[in-house]
């Protein structure tokens, strides 16, 4: 069992930058991916970057491609999305995820533990 919990979400300027951090508790085997999605009033989830432990290949979503940045700390059990020239368009409620294996790193629908989602609101 794998618990997942989001923080570093808050208000920024057009511009500027964040970063959010997932901490994860349990252990995990073999192989999996872990995955940032967000979720605007109105919208429906989607995808913003993924990893995959052990190969370490990294997915972006076009929207935040040359933007965003995912990285892992083993040591710390911890996920990072680091948010560069953040727009407004990007303000959203922020999820960490994870799955086990591989297959469609894009869907949403195929992750299987999440956590409870920290708010980001880009300003103008």
């Known amino acids: 069992q794998v618990q997942l919990v989001e923080s570093g979400g808050g208000l920024v300027q057009a511009g500027g930058s964040l970063k959010l951090s997932c901490v994860v508790s349990g252990r995990t085997f073999g192989i999996y991916r872990m995955g940032w999605f967000r979720q605007s009033p109105g919208k429906e989830r989607e995808f913003v970057a993924a990893i995959t432990s052990t190969v370490g290949a990294t997915y972006y979503a076009d929207s935040v491609k040359g933007r965003f940045t995912i990285s892992g700390d083993d040591a710390k059990n911890t996920m990072y999305l680091q948010m560069n020239g953040l727009k407004p368009d990007d303000t959203a409620v922020y999820y960490c995820?994870?799955?086990?294996?591989?297959?469609?790193?894009?869907?949403?629908?195929?992750?299987?533990?999440w956590g409870q989602g920290t708010q980001v609101t880009v300003s103008s």
């Open positions: 995820a994870r799955k086990n294996g591989l297959g469609d790193y894009y869907d949403h629908n195929t992750y299987d533990q």
